[in-house]
Structures are given as C-alpha cells and as structure tokens.
C-alpha cells in the first residue's frame, strides 16, 4: 500500500501505450509524446493550453474537422480563432494580437496541398510568445519533422501513414517543453480520450514499415501527379513535387520527399462524379495514408463542414478530387485513374 509500481490504472497509463509514445515521440525528434483515441482528441487537447479570450492563428485551408472543432466548439468557450493564409509569413505577423497563444498550421494542406514556411512562421509567432503547433499528418516524421525547423508541438493522426493499414483510429502529441508536456498529459488522463492498447499495438506495428511504405507511397505519389499533369481532361493537378507548384521550391527544402497525396481538378461535380464511380482499384473513402490507393471529394466529404463561400475560395471545388495513392503497382493506379478520367464527356 502506498507504493507506486509503474501502471495504477489503464487511462493513466498503459505500457503498449507507453511504448508507442516514446517511439514517436522518437521519430519526430521530441522529448514527450502522448497517444489520444483520433487525431481530433489529440488537436482538442493541445488546444487546452489556450485559454478562453486567448487568440489563435490557424491556417485558412485546414482539414474540416479541425476547422469544425475550433469553429464551432472551441469559440462557444471564448477562444477566438483568425483563419489566415499561413503560406506567407506577413499574414501570420499582420493576424498576430496581443492576445495570440497559438499558431496552427497544417503543412502540405489539406486538401489543396499548399506549403507553410515553418521556420519562417515560427521565428514571427515566437517573437510574439505564441506557441507554433503543426499538423504533420500528411507526411510523417518520415518526410518531415516539424520540430527541426522551430514549431513547438506536432500533432498527427496517427489513422493515417502511421499506421499505414486503415485499421486502427488514433492520434497523438509530441513536444519538448516540459511544462506543456505535464498539461497534456494531466489533460489525457483526465479527459479519458486515451488510444486504446490494441490500437496502440497496431501503430507500433505501422511504425516497423514507415520507411518503406513512405518511399513508396512518395516514389508513385509522384508518378501519378505526373501522369494526371499530362492528362487533358486534368484541369489544375496540386502536388508539391511537381515543379508547376509554386512552392516546389520550399517543399524540397522543408520535406524529404513530397508524398503520396494528390488532387486535382475536373472542372464539375459532374465531371468528378463519373470519376469516382468508374475507378475499380481506387477505392472511395474518406481516410488517407493506407496501403491502398483511397480517393475522395472533399467538398461533400473532408470539408463538407466548411461554408461554401469559404471552400470555393481555397479551391475546394466540386469538381475537386483528392487521392491518397497507396503501394499497390504504380501502373495500376495510373490504368484505372486513365479509365475513369476517359469517361468525362
């Protein structure tokens, strides 16, 4: 009685959980990481460490749930929130108050895939004492560590490529500040939203092929980007590593390869539609980051929370169509997205 042997309680602690925790915390490059049950428990809770009548910089084309979460929640409990173009470094300086706590970016965005300077941001919200937290989803501390470059928190979705098999549901937070560090895990225990044991067995297991899979996820990422800029039924394609991206530039300097999430735009709903319902390999689904090549659009499904007026402005179009192009044979993907942009009048 009275004395603590390592693990009282399993949302408390967990030694799956545990093991997984420090592993990304590892790759990213961090001190402390802490596993939530979805992406969106893991961004609620780095959100506690703001206040209410405290400010927030977010970028503009972030994902729909998190623009749901601090839109419609969060604000009801007095947090006030700016949605800026976060790719130029003067917008954030020009949003920043007196009262800014936080900037948050997403880098690549989803799902038009614009590119965030992340030094850049993080020297201006720094000199203001706000925190700069990054949703680095997208590419994994595989192809990005946000932490080298100055942000102070990186959240993932850990259903996505760390995972890499569309099996489990998680998220995690990885920082370095201490103090930061006890809050977020005084918030995980206290709210419960903890990644359950299994689900944390099955990232750990997700992890051992983060390398491979990412390379090849990056290697026919861009395979596919390239066919889709040659097709003429392709109106705008939008990938980093394409050299058409104005911010090619900036993604190779930041990013060690430019993954395997692409969109591109057909011109309608209609022309998107014939699209999503000819492919055969591709597989219509809301998630991203599996082995499998998953397509969707966005408009009705990721950003369906987001006004229209506010989608058509960030080029969420209704004929866009966003793919996570998974690790099956690159000219598979490539025969069935053909096919099925052939069948638009």
């Not at 850990?158 to 995690?172: A, E, R, V």
């Not at 500040?177 to 099955?202: T, Y």
């Given at each position: 009685m009275g004395r603590h042997k390592g693990f009282e309680y399993a949302r408390t602690q967990n030694p799956t959980r545990a093991a997984l925790e420090k592993n990304i915390a590892a790759l990213e490059g961090g001190r402390?990481?802490?596993?939530?049950?979805?992406?969106?428990?893991?961004?609620?809770?780095?959100?506690?460490?703001v206040k209410g009548g405290e400010h927030v910089i977010v970028s503009d084309n972030?994902?729909?749930?998190?623009?749901?979460?601090?839109?419609?929640?969060?604000?009801?409990?007095?947090?006030?929130?700016?949605?800026?173009?976060?790719?130029?470094?003067?917008?954030?300086?020009?949003?920043?108050?007196?009262?800014?706590?936080?900037?948050?970016?997403?880098?690549?965005?989803?799902?038009?895939?614009?590119?965030?300077?992340?030094q850049a941001v993080s020297d201006v919200a720094h000199r203001a004492g706000a925190r700069v937290v990054c949703d680095n989803t997208f590419l994994s501390p595989y192809l990005q560590r946000p932490l080298e470059f100055g942000v102070d928190?990186?959240?993932?979705?850990?259903?996505?490529?760390?995972?890499?098999?569309?099996?489990?549901?998680?998220?995690?937070?990885?920082?370095?500040?201490?103090?930061?560090?006890?809050?977020?895990?005084?918030?995980?225990?206290?709210?419960?939203?903890?990644?359950?044991?299994?689900?944390?067995?099955?990232?750990?297991?997700?992890?051992?092929?983060?390398?491979?899979?990412?390379?090849?996820?990056?290697?026919?990422?861009?395979?596919?980007?390239?066919?889709?800029?040659?097709?003429?039924?392709?109106?705008?394609?939008?990938?980093?590593?394409?050299?058409s991206h104005r911010q090619?530039?900036?993604?190779?300097?930041?990013?060690?390869?430019?993954?395997?999430?692409?969109?591109?735009?057909?011109?309608s709903l209609e022309n998107a539609r014939t699209v999503l319902e000819s492919v055969r390999l591709c597989t219509l689904a809301e998630s991203l980051g599996g082995?499998?090549?998953?397509?969707?659009?966005p408009a009705t499904m990721t950003h369906a929370s987001v006004l229209p007026e506010t989608r058509t402005r960030l080029g969420i179009t209704d004929g866009l169509v966003r793919i996570s192009v998974g690790v099956e044979d690159v000219e598979d993907i490539i025969a069935d997205l053909d096919q099925a942009l052939d069948k638009i009048p």
């Amino acid at each position: 009685m009275g004395r603590h042997k390592g693990f009282e309680y399993a949302r408390t602690q967990n030694p799956t959980r545990a093991a997984l925790e420090k592993n990304i915390a590892a790759l990213e490059g961090g001190r402390f990481g802490y596993a939530f049950a979805s992406g969106m428990s893991a961004i609620d809770a780095t959100l506690r460490l703001v206040k209410g009548g405290e400010h927030v910089i977010v970028s503009d084309n972030t994902y729909g749930g998190t623009f749901r979460l601090f839109s419609r929640v969060l604000a009801q409990y007095g947090v006030e929130f700016d949605f800026v173009d976060t790719t130029d470094a003067s917008n954030v300086e020009a949003a920043l108050k007196e009262n800014t706590r936080m900037v948050f970016v997403e880098t690549p965005t989803n799902p038009v895939m614009m590119v965030t300077d992340l030094q850049a941001v993080s020297d201006v919200a720094h000199r203001a004492g706000a925190r700069v937290v990054c949703d680095n989803t997208f590419l994994s501390p595989y192809l990005q560590r946000p932490l080298e470059f100055g942000v102070d928190i990186v959240v993932h979705s850990t259903t996505k490529y760390l995972n890499g098999h569309s099996d489990s549901i998680g998220g995690i937070v990885v920082l370095n500040d201490e103090k930061d560090a006890e809050w977020i895990q005084f918030i995980q225990n206290s709210v419960g939203a903890i990644l359950s044991p299994f689900d944390s067995w099955l990232v750990l297991r997700g992890t051992k092929t983060l390398a491979l899979r990412m390379e090849q996820h990056d290697a026919s990422g861009r395979k596919v980007a390239a066919f889709l800029e040659e097709h003429p039924k392709v109106q705008i394609v939008y990938y980093p590593g394409s050299v058409s991206h104005r911010q090619h530039d900036l993604a190779k300097r930041q990013q060690r390869g430019f993954g395997g999430m692409v969109a591109f735009e057909t011109g309608s709903l209609e022309n998107a539609r014939t699209v999503l319902e000819s492919v055969r390999l591709c597989t219509l689904a809301e998630s991203l980051g599996g082995v499998e090549t998953l397509i969707s659009h966005p408009a009705t499904m990721t950003h369906a929370s987001v006004l229209p007026e506010t989608r058509t402005r960030l080029g969420i179009t209704d004929g866009l169509v966003r793919i996570s192009v998974g690790v099956e044979d690159v000219e598979d993907i490539i025969a069935d997205l053909d096919q099925a942009l052939d069948k638009i009048p």
